[in-house]
Nanobody
Framework: QVQVVESGGGLVQAGGSLRLSCAAS????????MGWFRQAPGKQRELVAD???????VYADSVKGRFTVSRENAKNMVYLQMNSLKPEDTAVYYC??????????WGQGTQVTVSS
């Protein structure tokens, strides 16, 4: 069993910052990627930021220069530092762990709301 748990969401004014954390635990043999996706009401889930094979980072164009993804390998944790938040960043943010032969495991999601 693999567990993925996010934390750190909340309500913030436009221009503010939030930091999301994600902790993975359980029977993890090898991590291929850890990252963040989000889903706004009425929209499909989309990639926000990802760390692949421990070092390669990928960002959605809409968050480049504002969001930073980082990993703490020893603790199987991934973080998302979100700065200069905009109302359009409002969504449920999900942590995705890809491991054990490229299997995806998802957290339950954490709500981020940015007020204008």
């Amino acid at each position: 069993q693999v567990q993925v748990v996010e934390s750190g969401g909340g309500l913030v004014q436009a221009g503010g910052s939030l930091r999301l954390s994600c902790a993975a635990s359980g029977s993890i043999s090898s991590i291929n990627a850890m990252g963040w996706f989000r889903q706004a009401p009425g929209k499909q889930r989309e990639l926000v930021a990802d760390i692949i094979s421990g070092s390669k980072t990928v960002y959605a164009d809409s968050v480049k220069g504002r969001f930073t993804v980082s990993r703490e390998n020893a603790k199987n944790m991934v973080y998302l530092q979100m700065n200069s938040l905009k109302p359009e960043d409002t969504a449920v943010y999900y942590c995705r762990l890809k491991c054990n032969g490229w299997i995806d495991y998802w957290g339950q999601g954490t709500q981020v709301t940015v007020s204008s």
